[in-house]
């Protein structure tokens, strides 16, 4: 009996998990310049987003998964009249973004498009806000998404920095989920420890293999990318 009592334990999670977690619901961000960088980047960001709009291969992948579907106080997917549960509007807006490979680069030991992250961001920001519209209270602020954008940014650098994921077949897209994640939860209102576990589930709920965006055996990008976001652990399944 003891021994099953043990085995029932839960242990404490990774300290890389709590890291994250501490570092997303507690660390506030100072920088003037960071914040002016992330406006720089959302508006690159946008205008990617809308050029791909040009380009039926995008487009035809975009909009509710029942055609005609709208949701009430839904997402909307910039330059489009779609208004989408945020899990769908994630992944419209992180595949107008990736879909011409435009947008910001990072190169580290992993590379990697942060700018990603604003597929999950956007989506979750505009949905938070028009539900509080709806019941009379204030929307987010735009300073309250360049706050995620700069978090999910440096969340996804650093961890780039020394660890290459291409080198052992996993898509370089992890770290966009990872990142977007950990930030979406905290949007949502998740505290510290619901952080660590949306996190935790980030990292072990599948994951697109390097053989996806590769020579023949190609798969958008775009895909990938987009629908990496919002994981089952971030919206409390």
Known sequence: MSNNVELNQ????DALLVQIADYVDSTPIASAEAYNT???CLMD???CGLLALRFPECTKHLGPLVPGTTVRHGARVPGTSHELDPVTAAFNIGC???WLDF???WLAAEWGHPSDNLGGILATADYLSRVAVAEGKPPLTMRDVLTAMIKAHEI???LALENSFNRVGLDHVLLVRVA???VVTKMLGGNRDQIIDAVSQAWVDGCALRTTPCAERRFPQSWAAGGCHLPRGAVGE
């Open 10 to 13: 839960r242990p404490d999670p």
């Open 38 to 40: 992330a406006r720089n």
């Open 96 to 98: 107008i973004i990736r």
């Open 103 to 105: 947008n910001d680069t």
């Open 45 to 47: 960001t946008l205008g």
């Open 180 to 182: 977007s994640t950990a």
């Open 156 to 158: 996804q650098g650093v």
